[in-house]
Structure formats: structure tokens, C-alpha cells
């Protein structure tokens, strides 16, 4: 059984270079597999391994002060993930070239997987505004499923946004608009930039998709969550699409 992880943290690294080659050496030494990148502005991270080699890959990153309080969001699976380990430096931890979303200046507000899962059950927020749900994910990955009623565009790369959302701000703008992505990375830097350019009535879902269905199970969604690995998607319970079809399979030919 593997153990998979997908973490990111947004804090100024002035040396990405070195961090890259510790976090290499950590994995190496561990034998894990996966994907790092690495930036001034964060770390990004999905890997996978035995269970306690996860957990002592999560101790030493938090010792880094930096990294002493970085979400962990953790899932399971029969086969492995990744075929390889990398670990790249790049100018961003997620591609999206735009002034204005920068986490490094302070994050957007966010609101919590369960106080949205209430939400989406009355459609309104707290304050009885109307709730819309924008996803934003590419078209392949949307493919797999979203939530129920979201917002949906027609992107291939999240650099489309900006341009995608154009037609649509002047419509939400008497809603409470709670961007999404797989596990929160993408939501937050559109969220900020959004807020940035003019729309205050943004949230972002902190932890996306892959931490509501941790603490708030599949309410409201509909289909699995694309991951970026050889599982292709999981569930809302977070097992890979292809296993639960296998055990509910077999579960039938039982009864």
C-alpha cells in the first residue's frame, strides 16, 4: 500500500536552489516518488511512498520554520503513483504570470470545508448572499467531475483564466464567489488576483477539493477529483476511481 501526499506552502525562500537539493536528498534517502517544485515564492509538492517513510519525509520539512505548519493532504492506493522522483526550480510553484497574486503579500480570505458544505446545502451564504462556485481547473480535469452547479470554464492552462472569467465578473458581482481548485493551490492565487482587480466578494476554498472531501465527504459534488498521477482521480472518500470501481465490483458479486 502507498501513501500519497500532496502539500504546498507559499513563504519567501531565498535560496531555492539549496531547498530543492534537500528536499531531493530527503526523498532520495526515503525512496519516494513524485513531483517538487520549487520557487522563491513556495514549495509545491506531490509524493508518495511507504507510510513511514511519508511521515518521516513530513517531520524533517517541518523543521523548517518555514514549513513547521504546512496542510498535509493524504490519501491511499494499491499501486504506485509515480514512477520517478522530480524536483525542479521554477519561477512560480503554479504557472500564472500575473501582477496582484502574490500570497507572499497576505492571503485571500478563505472559507472552511465545512461552513461551504453548509453553504451549498441552503445555496446562500451567512450573509444570504447567492453562492457561486468557480472552478479553476482545465477542461481535462473538470472532465472527472465538480461540484454541482459550478462555474465551469472552457480552459486548457490556468494562465487562460483571467481572459475565460472576463464575460462573467459583471454577473457575480452581487454573489459570494468561492474559487476552487484540487488542493488549493491555483484557487488561492486566482482568488487573490480577482480580489486584487476588483472583486472583494471572492473566497477562496481553503484546502480545495481534496481537503473538503478529507473533512466534509462529497457534499455537493458530483463525479472525482483529477490528481496529476497514474490514479487519474479519486472519489470523495479519496480512493483512486479505478479501485472503488474493483471493490464495488466485487462487493456486489458478494451479494
Known sequence: MFTSIAAYRFVAVDAPDDLAAQIRTDAEALRL???????????????AGGAE????????????ARFATIPVKASRSATAPFARLKVKVKPEIISFR????????????AVAPADLARWIAVGRDDQGRRLVLLDTRNREETGYGSFDGAMVLPIDNFTDLPDALAPHRES?????????????IRCEKAALWMRATGMDNVLQ??????????????????GACFVFDARIALDPSLRPIFEAIVAEGSAARGA
Request: glycine share 18%; hydrophobic share 40%.
Open 33 to 47: 516518488f513524485g513531483s517538487v517544485l520549487v520557487a522563491r515564492e513556495g514549495v509545491n509538492l506531490f509524493l
Open 53 to 64: 517513510a511519508i511521515g518521516e519525509f513530513i517531520r524533517r520539512l517541518r523543521r523548517d
Open 98 to 109: 500575473r501582477d496582484g497574486a502574490s500570497p507572499l503579500r497576505g492571503r485571500s480570505p
Open 172 to 184: 457575480l458581482a452581487d454573489a459570494t464567489v468561492v474559487s476552487f481548485c484540487t488542493g488549493g
Open 205 to 222: 476554498l481553503d484546502g480545495g477539493i481534496l481537503g473538503y472531501f478529507e473533512q466534509a465527504g462529497g457534499t455537493g459534488y458530483v
